[in-house]
């Protein structure tokens, strides 16, 4: 649905600066958009590339297991549907902790595996199961510690402390959990 949105957005701009006599402005636009992309992801992309290959040697290692068994027990407060050992909840840890160093591309694989390890212990299968909604809560929160995106940027764009926001980062994510998972509590238990 938000292809269609932005894509009916997009026709009906580039038809308004057609109208409006501006179609040079319009392919400016989009050739300078081209390059500016480009350009990002030229800056991006070894920053990225450096905290997947940590991830991978952390994965290899058996550093990412241990820091999941770790947040499994964690877990196992939030998901009480889990039967204990599943491996739905593994996957869910290996996703917040993978999302927690701001890798939310590298996260997301093992977020949809978890969806589907959790949907097969879902009674309704048309309908989203109380674990299933709690890890789509915990997901959206955006549970990040290290803002690697974000550092990365501010870094291509010059700033003089791009790791400033950290602190910043950190609060933002820990109010932002704590409030989902309140809600999430709160409306489970008014409505289930």
């Not at 894509?7 to 580039?14: E, Q």
């Not at 309704?124 to 109380?130: I, L």
């Amino acid at each position: 649905m938000v292809n269609i949105i932005w894509g009916i957005f997009i026709i009906v701009g580039s038809i308004y600066a057609i109208v409006m006599g501006k179609a040079e402005v319009l392919n400016n636009t989009i050739l300078e958009s081209a390059k500016d992309s480009l350009e990002m992801l030229f800056k991006i992309f070894p920053v990225m590339a450096l905290w997947l290959g940590i991830m991978n040697i952390a994965s290899v290692s058996g550093l990412l297991k241990k820091i999941s068994d770790k947040l499994s027990k964690v877990l196992r407060v939030l998901f009480p549907d889990i039967p204990k050992g599943h491996e739905s909840l593994s996957l869910i840890a290996s996703n917040i902790v993978i999302n927690m160093f701001g890798l939310g591309s590298a996260a997301t694989p093992f977020g949809l595996k978890a969806m589907e390890k959790l949907q097969e212990l879902n009674h309704k299968k048309d309908t989203a199961s109380r674990s299933m909604i709690t890890f789509l809560v915990i997901n959206t929160s955006g549970v990040t510690i290290v803002p690697t995106t974000v550092i990365s940027l501010r870094m291509m764009y010059g700033s003089l402390n791009p790791t400033e926001i950290l602190l910043a980062s950190l609060l933002a994510t820990a109010i932002s959990t704590t409030v989902g998972i309140i809600i999430d509590r709160w409306l489970a238990r008014r409505y289930g």
